[in-house]
């Protein structure tokens, strides 16, 4: 008889976006004349830039013709991205990464969900507190997690590392040792970044301890202070204990496409194992690669054009940033992120609860956020507000909070 994968089972509810929408469309039917702004969006929406669709375009009319036809893509990614990538990401930052240590998929969260696999059920992870939901949900479902406690809404297996006011939400390096260990920055949610001197120690660190260090770089692209690291790789000794996710999707708007990588260097072991031949293996089965159009699409990211005119989204966000962190900062909240990341990071006032601020947004400015709880229980009395929306409804939804 089939039996289920009872980890799964565990996983409780994600309440979250559910329950927000839920909030926001019963407030619009009670209160019809409200015009209500989102400052929660966690999905870009500037399109997609020229240069990419032109080179998107053209892909499409090489598999037209018989002598450019592609079938499937190569295990690892085509040659003519991981090249560009190694060149523009890795090389001219200073780093040691090769074209055939990238591995070209179909976006970071489904490798960040992934690489848990090529690790012992055994091994413990630690997590930022608050952070990206992915990391912690995946190794529940491989049954890596322990037991759930439904009041203090942790897994008993789990590692939490609080990213806390006193500590300017980067963690402090864990009292249990981890084997693995998600870092994430710049952070979602919080926007905060840390320096290359900080990640150095996260670094020397698993290196003493043999722990894997898995670095989510999503966000690498809005990175706008120097000394702030754009890849783990820029540390002395990652290569001995690190495996970074980058994509597409915030920096050229790709969520909807769909493309990012993974870099496992080839002398990265965990214990006595070689790490690269085991992702490798898993991407010749399971593979979640990108297709060529799509590929050829990451390739005009860094051409001349693209560069240009993703620097200018980026902007844009950033500016929208900008007008949110200053216009609550003035207004007496204590803001945080919203520098090196599309986030801003606010405290609730008052020592209200994330949801009840919530509520008290939507209700007195029409403005709709994210409640921090929903990311870990170190955000219980923050908020999260994004950049990604247009530059007039920001603007707007930020004098509302203001007459507040
Ligand atoms: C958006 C995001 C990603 C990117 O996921 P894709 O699958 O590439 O769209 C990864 N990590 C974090 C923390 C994110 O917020």
């Given at each position: 008889m089939a039996k289920a994968n009872e980890n799964y089972l565990k996983l409780p509810g994600s309440y979250l976006f559910s329950t927000i929408g839920k909030k926001?469309?019963?407030y619009q039917e009670a209160n019809p004349d409200a015009k209500i702004i989102r400052l929660g969006i966690g999905d870009v929406t500037q399109p997609i830039a020229p240069a990419i669709i032109s080179a998107m375009h053209s892909a499409v009319d090489e598999m037209a013709v018989k002598e450019t036809f592609k079938g499937y893509a190569p295990d690892l990614g085509y040659e003519f991205l991981r090249n560009v990538i190694a060149e523009e990401d890795y090389k001219s930052r200073?780093?040691?990464?090769s074209?055939?240590?990238?591995?070209v998929s179909d976006g970071a969260k489904s490798d960040c969900a992934n690489i848990q696999e090529i690790f012992s059920t055994d091994n413990k992870i630690a997590v930022c507190d608050p952070v990206y939901p992915v990391y912690v949900d995946s190794n529940v479902m491989a049954g890596r997690t322990g037991t759930y406690d439904k009041n203090t809404e942790t897994w008993s297996d789990v590692i939490y590392m609080p990213c806390t006011e006193e500590n300017g939400f980067a963690p402090q390096l864990p009292s249990v040792t981890p084997d693995l260990i998600y870092l994430c920055f710049p952070n979602n949610p919080t926007g905060s970044a840390i320096k290359k001197s900080e990640l150095q120690k996260w670094v020397d660190y698993a290196n003493k301890v043999g722990a894997i260090i898995l670095y989510d770089a999503a966000y690498e692209a809005y990175i706008s202070e120097d000394d702030v690291p754009h890849s783990i790789f820029e540390c002395d000794g990652a290569r001995g204990c690190a495996i970074e996710f980058r994509s597409f999707s915030k920096n050229a708007g790709f969520t909807g496409v769909r493309l990012g990588f993974t870099v496992i260097p080839k002398d990265l072991k965990a214990g006595d194992t070689p790490l690269h031949p085991l992702w490798a293996r898993r991407h010749g089965t399971k593979y979640n690669g990108a297709p060529y159009i799509v590929?050829?699409?990451?390739?005009?990211?860094?051409?001349?054009?693209?560069?240009?005119q993703l620097k200018e989204q980026v902007?844009?966000?950033?500016?929208?940033?900008?007008?949110?962190?200053?216009?609550?900062?003035?207004?007496g909240?204590?803001?945080s992120g919203g520098v090196n990341a599309p986030y801003i990071w606010l405290k609730a006032?008052?020592?209200?609860?994330?949801?009840?601020?919530?509520?008290?947004?939507l209700d007195k400015?029409?403005?709709?956020?994210t409640p921090g709880s929903g990311f870990g229980p170190s955000g219980e009395h923050f908020f999260r507000l994004t950049a990604f929306g247009t530059y007039e409804n920001t603007l707007e939804a930020i004098e509302r909070i203001r007459k507040l």
């Open positions: 926001v469309k019963e200073g780093c040691d990464i074209a055939d240590e990238i591995f590929q050829k699409a990451g390739e005009a990211v860094y051409s001349r054009q693209g560069k240009k902007a844009y966000y950033m500016n929208n940033a900008k007008v949110i962190y200053e216009g609550l900062k003035d207004a909240y204590s803001v006032p008052n020592n209200m609860t994330s949801w009840d601020f919530f509520d008290f947004l400015a029409h403005v709709v956020g």
